[in-house]
Nanobody, 119 residues
Framework: QVQLVESGGGLVQPGGSLRLSCAASGTIFSRYDMGWYRQAPGNQRELVAVITSGRSTNYADSVKGRFTISRDNAKNTVNLQMNSLKPEDTAVYYC?????????????WGQGTQVTVSS
């Protein structure tokens, strides 16, 4: 079982920055692809950014050039640096850990952290 705990959300003005962190426990962290997703009221959960076990990264078009995902396998953490925030970035942000072994996909989620971008 994998436990994920997010932190770092809050209220920020447009153009500001926030850094989200996700601490993982209960598994060999380095074997998992780690991602950040978000869900705004009335919307489906969407992928924001992912960093694979091999450290490849992928970003949603809406955050490219503004957000940066990183991982520290020694500390079992994954971070999301969010710059130039916009009101449309307002959502609950969720940390995800995913590992596929043959045909079995193990998927774990954190409880979410609220990010509100408003003046």
């Amino acid at each position: 079982q994998v436990q994920l705990v997010e932190s770092g959300g809050g209220l920020v003005q447009p153009g500001g920055s926030l850094r989200l962190s996700c601490a993982a426990s209960g598994t060999i962290f380095s074997r998992y692809d780690m991602g950040w997703y978000r869900q705004a009221p009335g919307n489906q959960r969407e992928l924001v950014a992912v960093i694979t076990s091999g450290r490849s990264t992928n970003y949603a078009d809406s955050v490219k050039g503004r957000f940066t995902i990183s991982r520290d396998n020694a500390k079992n953490t994954v971070n999301l640096q969010m710059n130039s925030l916009k009101p449309e970035d307002t959502a609950v942000y969720y940390c995800n850990a995913r590992r596929k072994v043959f045909t079995v996909v193990n998927d774990y989620w954190g409880q979410g952290t609220q990010v509100t971008v408003s003046s």
